[in-house]
């Protein structure tokens, strides 16, 4: 995530938003985000709602066997459609910012 903050203004520059979801709560995610100096947004899914609609579930693969979303990246264009993704099963291995913009680029 610190990848993307560092390219923030890139998104921006091509009018895309950067947000993360997690099972965090609000507080949780404020906490990181002003630890970390995160200026994107974080929304909290406690429930996993969102998180089921989008496929990512890892049922009892966070701490004390708790719901948590797996590591993804998900473009979403302006209508709600998914344009591009990038899924894993470990949290290490993510997308370089990079790699999201030049998806973007070929869209």
Known sequence: MRGFEQHLNEFHQ???EVVAISVDSPAESQ???QSRGYRFP???DPKAETIRQYGVLHPKGGEEGKDIARPAEFLVDAGGTIRW???TDDIRVRARPESV???IDRL
């Open 85 to 87: 993704v990038n899924l």
């Open 101 to 103: 913009l030049a998806a």
């Open 31 to 33: 906490k990181l985000c």
């Open 42 to 44: 974080f929304l909290s």
């Open 14 to 16: 091509r009018g895309v």
